[in-house]
T-cell receptor, first 108, second 112 residues
Framework: KNEVEQSPQNLTAQEGEFITINCSYS?????LHWLQQHPGGGIVSLFM?????KKHGRLIATINIQEKHSSLHITASHPRDSAVYIC??????????WGAGTKLIIKP | DAGITQSPRHKVTETGTPVTLRCHQT?????MYWYRQDPGHGLRLIHY???????DKGEVSDGYSVSRSKTEDFLLTLESATSSQTSVYFC???????????FGPGTRLTVL
């Protein structure tokens, strides 16, 4: 069993829809990261959080430490949000344990 | 922009040839990482460095070696490339005491 599980693996939605991507982990963490990778592109950090909720524009990330679960939400989705969204957790040695990613396609 | 460059950005080589990928940073961070990314897998750690001449293996280190003779450069070498090493390679840096890693643009390596 992977230590970081993301769901869904693939998600296709219409422009304007509210998007939720989930991440569950089974190890102790110092922080949880959400990253974005556009097709053929580099990897960009969206959020790093260890408790509660963070918001940046139309993106919101939440974490529940007790349940070992995090969600990434996108409000008013747009085709430019199409990308792979990756969840990763930092262990006590700052090493990252990676989820397999969620491929999001937003259709106009 | 975290000041990380990778070279080359694309490379096609033949099985059995040596290949060296370079990661260069301008931030003077202590920690540097090499990952590979393959379809169906999350990023997998190959090797990492915690200082000049200080390196350690990651989960997929077989067939790879690294060197760090200067703070700013972290080299990944495939001594004898195999087709299974066809992948996209990402370098990352991390500031000491911080969780967040910053990534280079990636190198797409094809081994024929």
């Amino acid at each position: 069993k992977n230590e970081v599980e993301q769901s869904p693996q693939n998600l296709t939605a219409q422009e304007g829809e509210f998007i939720t991507i989930n991440c569950s982990y089974s190890v102790g963490i110092s922080a949880l990261h959400w990253l974005q990778q556009h097709p053929g592109g580099g990897i960009v950090s969206l959020f790093m959080l260890s408790s509660g909720k963070k918001k940046h524009g139309r993106l919101i990330a939440t974490i529940n430490i007790q349940e070992k679960h995090s969600s990434l939400h996108i409000t008013a989705s747009h085709p430019r949000d199409s990308a792979v969204y990756i969840c990763a957790v930092s262990d006590s040695n700052y090493q990252l344990i990676w989820g397999a990613g969620t491929k999001l396609i937003i259709k106009p | 922009d975290a000041g990380i460059t990778q070279s080359p950005r694309h490379k096609v080589t033949e099985t059995g040839t040596p290949v060296t990928l370079r990661c260069h940073q301008t931030e003077n961070h202590r920690y540097m990482y090499w990952y590979r990314q393959d379809p169906g897998h999350g990023l997998r750690l190959i090797h990492y460095s915690y200082g000049v001449k200080d390196t350690d293996k990651g989960e997929v280190s077989d067939g790879y070696s690294v060197s760090r003779s200067k703070t700013e450069d972290f080299l990944l070498t495939l001594e004898s490339a195999t087709s299974s090493q066809t992948s996209v390679y990402f370098c990352a840096i991390r500031k000491q005491g911080a969780d967040e890693q910053f990534f280079g643009p990636g190198t797409r390596l094809t081994v024929l």
